[in-house]
């Protein structure tokens, strides 16, 4: 029996690939910029995204904020207010969020008191209403050293849990010392700087992780050889009113024996878990080439566990890692293969076992790692220069891994840089950002992809036969359904059940008759794969020709009457031939 005519409009669909969908189309978010693009971090959660950077022209600190997505994005706002164009500096972890609140800590030279030198301070500015207005930037104490002298923060890090924000500054004095402060009130107010280290011996590398109270630091310094870095450890439990004890030594080379080296610690903290990553050199195994190796506390620092080594024979460099809901995974490059390549490895046993995976081919620079339950990606510059922005994703906690892509698609002629990479974990969104020459000088560009794909399939003529297949999603969402939702263009209708989920679908006729058809024919199951698709419609003849339909699939469950959101996938487009 041929169906209604209301129905299958609000299914219309168009022919496609069963191939995974492209990544998303890429924005340049500065295309006014006074120069050359710097040091971008890229942060996204909820219906939140946002990427901080240097502009070389003007010498400013800017920040851009866009939807959950990452396909809306405002103008970008200066977050200093130096007229003196004095060099401003961010570094790995210069932007962080939680909730509403986003922090943004840089170092600025304008008080610098040097003819032939630039000597920094820390700054900061504070946003607790999800980037809509910022905090005037404020300058941080540094341990009493004065403002602009020789004494320079040669790199700065920030942490953040709820209303508290923790700032680790590295400062020259000689030899490199570690000092932290805090913010108890969401930024309003900031304590003084407490020096992390009990001795005066250099540091190079640090890392900084928060809790609540809890403030965790780690650092490598050379006090048992000198020029041989070991990986030393502390906490506060007070908010840093109080160090709990004397830092403990994490690596367990022993004193002489190994060296921490410059590819950096990383630290993640969930609750009680905090996992640190590093490289080391100049051990028995390994005296010339890093190895990677990694620890995990699972009762919030007290104890460690035993040392993993993760890459040993080959040369580590630029290695990263993150951790979510269980899952460790690391990435970094190494040249096992002569060029250096991405591998990640991952763990869902705290470290017990690992599974590790080589994700690029034919060169890769700079890996990052991001894990949000299922869905992991990394991105990395590759293959080879000029560079592109490059990345894979998995929707099985790591498992497995989809063919790796460039973001860019091809369009970009210049060298990518500062591949970076965030993840929403409302909407299982992998958020890019990168810096490429193509004007000439370096500008910011966004970007970025999901797992979950939704594919329209058939002859989307009038009166053809289509439907939809949804491909990758999340591997805990077997078992469950998707539905298709359609609109005759963008928007920002929100499902009205589950969490206020944004579709990117405009609230038209389509959207309403499409609603009304889940769950039916516009739904279907999905299977061990990630796999389901919907069952066939006829697109009716009145449909015009030129229209241009906006499709998404939303992943859902229902129990006991209430229905719960699982992974919503990019906007798809299709116009009616």
Same mark, same amino acid.
């Given at each position: ?15 496609g690939s069963l191939a995974a969908q492209n990544p998303r189309a890429y924005q340049d978010l500065t295309p006014a910029a006074a120069g050359a693009i710097y040091s971008p971090s890229v942060v996204s ?39 003196t164009m004095a060099e401003k500096r961010n570094d790995t972890f210069s932007l962080v969020m939680d909730g509403s609140t986003l922090v943004a800590v840089w170092r600025d030279g304008r008080n610098n ?176 080439? %890093?190895?990677?190796?990694?620890? =995990? $506390?699972? *009762? #919030? !620092?007290? +104890? @460690?566990?035993?040392?993993?080594? &993760?890459?040993? /024979? ?72 000029? %560079?592109?922005?490059?990345?894979? =994703? $998995?929707? *099985? #906690? !790591?498992? +497995? @891994?989809?063919?790796?892509?460039? &973001?860019?698609? /091809? ?167």
């Amino acid at each position: 029996m041929r169906k209604s005519f209301l129905i299958p409009l609000a299914g219309l669909v168009c022919a496609g690939s069963l191939a995974a969908q492209n990544p998303r189309a890429y924005q340049d978010l500065t295309p006014a910029a006074a120069g050359a693009i710097y040091s971008p971090s890229v942060v996204s959660d909820g219906d939140m995204s946002a990427i901080l950077y240097n502009d070389s022209g003007d010498k400013g600190v800017y920040v851009v904020v866009g939807n959950g997505h990452g396909t809306a994005w405002g103008t970008p706002v200066r977050l200093d207010s130096d007229t003196t164009m004095a060099e401003k500096r961010n570094d790995t972890f210069s932007l962080v969020m939680d909730g509403s609140t986003l922090v943004a800590v840089w170092r600025d030279g304008r008080n610098n008191t040097s003819t032939t030198t630039t000597y920094y301070d820390t700054w900061v500015s504070v946003s607790n209403d999800g980037g809509q207005t910022w905090s005037p930037d404020q300058i941080l104490d540094k341990g009493g050293y004065p403002y602009g002298g020789s004494n320079t923060v040669l790199a700065v890090k920030a942490a953040i849990s709820g209303p508290h924000i923790y700032v680790a500054q590295l400062i020259d004095n000689g030899n490199d010392e570690l000092w932290v402060l805090a913010s108890h009130d969401g930024g309003l107010t900031w304590g003084t700087a407490v020096n992390a280290s009990t001795v005066t011996n250099d540091i190079d590398n640090f890392a900084i992780g928060a809790d609540g109270l809890n403030c965790y630091v780690a650092w490598d310094d050379d006090r048992n050889a000198l020029y041989d870095d070991d990986l030393w450890f502390r906490m506060s439990h007070d908010g840093l009113a109080t160090w709990m004890a004397p830092e403990a030594q994490i690596d367990a080379s022993g004193p002489a024996n190994g060296d921490i080296e410059y590819g950096g610690i990383f630290m993640t903290v969930d609750g009680p878990v905090i996992g640190l990553c590093w490289e080391e050199d100049e051990l028995p195994s390994s005296m010339v080439d %890093e190895e990677l190796h990694w620890n =995990v $506390s699972t *009762d #919030g !620092g007290h +104890t @460690w566990g035993t040392e993993v080594v &993760l890459q040993t /024979g080959f040369d580590t460099d630029n290695h990263w890692m993150d951790y979510n809901g269980g899952t460790f995974a690391v990435a970094w490059e190494d040249n096992r293969n002569l060029a250096d390549e991405a591998f990640v490895a991952v763990s869902h046993d705290l470290g017990a076992t690992w599974t590790e995976t080589q994700l690029s081919a034919g060169g890769a620079a700079y890996p990052r790692v991001v894990v949000g339950g299922d869905y992991i990606g990394a991105d990395w510059g590759g293959p080879s220069y000029p %560079e592109n922005p490059m990345a894979a =994703v $998995s929707r *099985d #906690g !790591g498992m +497995t @891994w989809l063919p790796a892509q460039d &973001l860019a698609m /091809g369009g970009q002629p210049g060298d990518a840089d500062y591949v970076e990479l965030g993840f929403n974990a409302k909407y299982n969104n992998f958020v890019a950002a990168w810096l490429s020459d193509d004007t000439g000088i370096n500008h910011l560009y966004v970007g970025g992809e999901r797992c979950q794909t939704l594919t329209p399939v058939g002859n989307f003529t009038p009166g053809g036969t289509v439907g939809f297949q949804a491909d990758n999603f999340g591997a805990s969402e077997a078992g469950t359904g998707f539905g298709t939702l359609v609109a005759a263009g963008p928007g920002n209708y929100t499902i009205p059940f589950g969490g206020g989920y944004d579709t990117g679908l405009a609230n038209d006729a389509y959207l309403n008759f499409t609603l009304g058809l889940n769950p039916g024919p516009l739904s279907g199951g999905l299977d061990a794969a990630g796999h389901g698709s919907t069952s066939t419609l006829n697109v009716p003849l009145s449909v015009p020709v030129g229209t241009v339909l906006h499709c998404v699939g939303v992943g859902y469950s229902v129990n006991a009457g209430v229905v719960t959101i699982g992974s919503i996938t990019d906007v798809t487009t299709v116009t009616v031939q």
